[in-house]
């Protein structure tokens, strides 16, 4: 899937790696970009919707190896 990789989502073994600082900032980047993603949807300006969920899943990930880790970044 081309549109989910123009995401540009890292893989679970480099956000296993990342530090505190490295999962905020794509905590951060991730949530503003499904914000955009869910404006853009709600305008019809977005045909695939399909993004979305993908990108909540990521979220998802992101949430739990900071939990594994023992950070509360959310």
């Known amino acids: 899937m081309k549109e989910i990789k123009?995401?540009?989502?890292q893989e679970l073994g480099k956000l296993i790696e990342l530090d505190e600082k490295g999962l905020r900032t794509e905590l951060t980047k991730s949530s503003r970009e499904l914000f955009s993603?869910?404006?853009k949807k709600e305008v019809g300006e977005l045909k695939q919707t399909h993004l979305i969920k993908a990108l909540r899943r990521y979220i998802a990930q992101i949430n739990t190896?900071?939990?594994s880790k023992g950070l509360n970044i959310g």
């Open 37 to 39: 993603l869910r404006m």
């Open 65 to 67: 190896v900071a939990t």
């Open 6 to 9: 123009d995401l540009k989502l």
